[in-house]
């Protein structure tokens, strides 16, 4: 059974950074692509970051500059660097990853990250 498994939320003061992690099992990871979303109160879940498997990236236009996704294959695991967040930045993060010969779609549980003004 494919699991994901996230750390790195928290609370942290606005313009602060945090570096989201989520490691894989149980998938052939070099060949997936990897995305992180998030989730506010009220709101749709939306796309913020996503990484191929050969390593383009693309993101949501209100986190360019600020945030980097990147991955380790080695380690089955894909990454997002925060830096200079706001209070909008708020929200449950989610990490994607997509694998497998259909392209099948698994989540992580979430991780809460808090921004405070």
Not at 24 to 29: K, Q
Not at 54 to 71: A, C, H, L, Q
Not at 92 to 110: I, L, P, S
């Amino acid at each position: 059974q494919v699991q994901l498994v996230e750390s790195g939320g928290g609370l942290v003061q606005a313009g602060g950074s945090l570096r989201l992690s989520c490691v894989a099992s149980r998938i052939t990871f070099s060949s997936s692509y990897g995305a992180w979303y998030r989730q506010a109160p009220g709101k749709q879940r939306e796309l913020v970051a996503s990484i191929t498997d050969g390593g383009s990236t693309n993101y949501t236009d209100s986190v360019k500059g600020r945030f980097t996704i990147s991955r380790d294959n080695a380690k089955n695991t894909v990454y997002l660097q925060m830096n200079s967040l706001k209070p909008e930045d708020t929200a449950v993060y989610y990490c994607n990853v997509r694998a497998g010969r259909y392209f099948t779609d698994f989540w992580g549980q979430g991780t809460q990250v808090t921004v405070s003004s």
